[in-house]
């Protein structure tokens, strides 16, 4: 199956600070991207959508101003978590599919903020 | 009503049972169908398409019922290996992907 890379795979920072993940599909160029987030035990969350060149299509209840999304190229999508609270930890996935085909996911990136 | 729904389980089953796992959608459009696996702590990763006619892939096989609107996935000769959590996931006719929360499968000696 197709390849997408996660980075960080897992990051640590303090309250008020700003994080930056990266998503990159690596063998396919990927004309959308999704962002979900985990919490332990729950199912995931989809945070939003995003399309190369066009703005991020944000579910219900996610703040755009806080969880900003690039989506730059095809094979590039950046998260980042702006000033990130104890609540914002999380295991954040990022998944990427080329037209109508299946969604290939990234490893993860779990961030902790302290 | 969720646009997805599956039963959480657990289901405990012995090395070697055949195991079913039923996932409902709400949504009739619904175009395209899959079965992921999540290992904890992992990322999800593909396991099979589902199709119309019904698909077979080794040890695992799917099933498309778009009158009821359910989706099904069978896994014969269940290894250790096999436990997971399963996740049954719609795409709809706007391409957006609808997730269920997963049905937990323990696969014991």
């Known amino acids: 199956g197709a390849v997408v890379s996660q980075h960080p795979s897992w990051v640590i920072c303090k309250s008020g600070t700003s994080v930056k993940i990266e998503c990159r599909s690596l063998?396919?160029?990927?004309?959308?991207m999704f962002w979900y987030r985990q919490f332990p035990k729950q199912s995931l969350m989809l945070m939003a959508t995003?399309?190369?060149?066009?703005?991020?299509?944000?579910e219900q209840g996610v703040e755009k101003d806080k969880f900003l999304i690039n989506h730059a190229s095809l094979t590039l999508s950046t998260l980042t978590v702006t000033s990130a609270h104890p609540e914002d930890s999380s295991f954040y996935i990022c998944?990427?599919?080329?037209?109508?085909?299946?969604?290939?996911f990234g490893p993860g990136t779990r961030l902790t903020v302290t | 009503r969720k646009e997805v729904e599956q039963d959480p389980g657990p289901f405990n089953v012995p090395e070697g049972a055949t195991v079913a796992f039923n996932c409902t959608y709400s949504?009739?459009?619904?175009?395209?169908f899959f079965w992921y696996r999540q290992d904890c702590r992992k990322e999800p990763k593909l396991l099979m398409s589902?199709?119309?006619s019904g698909n077979e892939d080794g040890r695992f096989t799917a099933q498309l019922n778009r009158a009821s609107q359910y989706i099904s996935l069978l896994i014969r000769d269940s290894k250790l290996s096999d436990s997971a959590t399963y996740l049954c996931?719609?795409?709809?006719?706007?391409?957006?992907?609808?997730f269920g929360s997963g049905t937990k499968l323990n696969v014991k000696p």
């Open positions: 995003s399309n190369e060149g066009s703005k991020a299509t944000y």
């Open positions: 949504n009739s459009a619904s175009q395209s």
């Open positions: 063998d396919f160029q990927a004309t959308t």
């Open positions: 996931v719609v795409r709809d006719n706007f391409n957006k992907f609808y």
């Open positions: 998944s990427a599919a080329s037209g109508d085909y299946e969604q290939y």
């Open positions: 589902v199709y119309s």
